[in-house]
């Protein structure tokens, strides 16, 4: 498909452009408790304030839910995802966020959450988890090796605190987005919720943003000195005419844009596939107008996920599509 042919699904848009994604560094955690609900207070606690690598630190979010039977000590759990931009700021973004957030909430334990032998991500390193924690302890501390693994046991006042030394990391891809450009921000948000259910019912990904959007999506820069990001101005609605970047017509309304980290680009590829087919079931006629991306003209992240390359496969499913 050239890029000035006009592909629309559902009536809306999908623009001749594409997401530009860089490489960061990540881990997945297991956190088990007691009940279901204990462990979600640990990992929605460990996920806070971590939206932006740019003022955050890392990108974290939950990735799932898993049952009894899926976790290392059988008992309910949640499965986490932390993205930094470097080894060792993950690392320590791990040990502050389970020092602060896990080992302190009452009945859990952690262990890491990537397998060598299964991970479709290049191995990166190992990052402290017990190995930083146990010292907690102040000596009380007790280490237990089950076969090649060791875990430390930290008495607390519930009983012990159960964390595995350390846990693997690997490298990955942050930063594929969908931008939603919608005639208000009533089909904005429709759109935007759908998208994100259909991206969470996938493994390996995560929509850092509160509820998986963002509203104050930006551009590398400012006019003020020392200010590293602002505005994206091209696709604020209330600057339609004004900035000479703009991208909106008038119609424009309202946008909104997800952001997608991913443990692989495959799995960001799919994400946002899956993303713009939940998004495009809201169509033009109930007010979603285009799907766009944001890039830096390709020169600052190899990774490059083009959106009419993703959408071919779903134009062609969909009835009222045509390329």
């Known amino acids: 498909m050239s890029d000035t042919a006009t592909l629309t699904i559902n009536g809306t848009t999908i623009d001749a452009t594409f997401a530009e994604a860089f490489p960061m560094k990540a881990t997945r955690l297991v956190i088990t408790a007691h009940t279901p609900a204990w462990a979600m207070h640990a990992a929605t606690s460990l996920t806070g304030f971590a939206t932006s690598v740019i003022g955050c630190g890392c990108e974290a979010g939950i990735e799932a839910t898993l049952s009894a039977d899926a976790t290392p000590d059988g008992r309910p759990g949640v499965a986490v995802l932390l993205f930094a931009v470097s080894s060792k700021e993950l690392a320590k973004q ?155 017509s008038a119609e424009v309304g309202s946008v909104l844009e997800i952001v997608i980290d991913g443990l692989t680009d495959a799995d960001v590829s799919a994400a946002m596939t899956a993303g713009m087919a939940a998004a495009t079931g809201i169509g033009r006629a109930a007010g979603l107008l285009r799907i766009s991306a944001g890039n830096y003209g390709g020169k600052l992240g190899p990774y490059h996920f083009h959106l009419r390359e993703l959408a071919a496969g779903l134009a062609a499913d969909l009835d009222g599509s045509h390329a």
């Not at 602060?100 to 009452?106: A, F």
């Not at 190992?126 to 907690?136: I, N, T």
């Open 94 to 248: 791990i040990e502050r966020r389970v020092g602060q957030c896990v080992l302190t909430c009452p009945t859990t334990a952690v262990y890491g959450g990537i397998f060598a032998e299964t991970s479709r991500a290049p191995l990166s390193d190992r990052a402290p988890l017990g190995a930083a924690l146990r010292f907690f302890g102040d000596g009380w501390q007790i280490s237990k090796m089950l076969g090649t693994t060791r875990y430390w046991r930290v008495p607390v006042m519930d009983g012990e605190f159960v964390c595995e030394e350390s846990a693997l990391t690997v490298k990955a891809v942050g930063g594929g987005n969908l931008i939603l450009l919608a005639r208000h921000i009533d089909a904005a948000l429709a759109a935007a919720e759908a998208a994100v259910a259909a991206m969470r019912r996938l493994p390996n990904v995560i929509m850092p943003f509160p509820g998986g959007v963002v509203r104050s999506g930006s551009k590398v820069g400012s006019k003020y000195k020392g200010a590293s990001a602002s505005t994206n101005d091209a696709f604020c609605p209330t600057l339609t005419g004004l900035s000479a970047r703009s991208e909106l």
